[in-house]
T-cell receptor, first 112, second 116 residues
Framework: DVKVTQSSRYLVKRTGEKVFLECVQDMDHENMFWYRQDPGLGLRLIYFSYDVKMKEKGDIPEGYSVSREKKERFSLILESASTNQTSMYLC???????????FGNGTRLTVT | AQKITQTQPGMFVQEKEAVTLDCTYDTSDQSYGLFWYKQPSSGEMIFLIYQGSYDEQNATEGRYSLNFQKARKSANLVISASQLGDSAMYFCAMREFRSNDYKLSFGAGTTVTVRA
């Protein structure tokens, strides 16, 4: 069974802090994704990666960056956290093209 | 433009009854896939069912079935014999294989509450 693990379930940070959200998958998947989930908006794609050291912007990349140094790990970085980045962040990985995304349990980030 | 539209923010259903969750989509691709996910209050996203645009038959997985009407661009999820554990948020999603290969676009979701 695919396991996608996000390092923190809940996180509280101050405005201006640099924040790292970590995600690890154990299925040797090429593709990894970061989404944020907000009420009434569903899930919106921030960044994705289709290979090590490769990254592509999603729909809402502003204020975020990512790192994929190893195949199993995909990190989301908030360079300078702001209150409008308070949200639920979901990491996912995917195997072949027709296969579904496998999600982690999410990180609920609050920026005060 | 919104790729996936779920018009029902919330629904109530009686235990053991069936419920239909609406999903319409917008794409000019001929080749695409439609997915439904369930998100209980615990937060994890659980994959339920998949329908490819070229699949002749409607997808079914246990109590879940997908009512796929290609001409209307709709992919409604039907949950039969609802159980209390079906109370959750449900998301419809689409992947366009030609124009937007990697990305899965999600709707806003529908919250289902099953009453005993």
């Amino acid at each position: 069974d695919v396991k996608v693990t996000q390092s923190s379930r809940y996180l509280v940070k101050r405005t201006g802090e640099k924040v790292f959200l970590e995600c690890v998958q154990d299925m040797d998947h090429e593709n990894m994704f970061w989404y944020r989930q907000d009420p009434g908006l569903g899930l919106r794609l921030i960044y994705f990666s289709y290979d090590v050291k490769m990254k592509e912007k999603g729909d809402i990349p502003e204020g975020y960056s990512v790192s994929r140094e190893k195949k199993e790990r995909f990190s989301l970085i908030l360079e300078s956290a702001s209150t409008n980045q308070t949200s639920m962040y979901l990491c996912a990985s995917r195997g072949p093209l027709n296969s579904p995304l496998h999600f982690g349990n999410g990180t609920r980030l609050t920026v005060t | 433009a919104q790729k996936i539209t779920q018009t029902q923010p919330g629904m109530f259903v009686q235990e053991k009854e069936a419920v239909t969750l609406d999903c319409t989509y917008d794409t000019s691709d001929q080749s695409y896939g439609l997915f439904w996910y369930k998100q209980p209050s615990s937060g994890e996203m659980i994959f339920l069912i998949y329908q490819g645009s070229y699949d002749e038959q409607n997808a079914t997985e246990g109590r879940y079935s997908l009512n796929f009407q290609k001409a209307r661009k709709s992919a409604n999820l039907v949950i039969s014999a609802s159980q209390l554990g079906d109370s959750a948020m449900y998301f419809c999603a689409m992947r366009e294989f030609r124009s937007n290969d990697y990305k899965l676009s999600f709707g806003a979701g529908t919250t289902v509450t099953v009453r005993a």
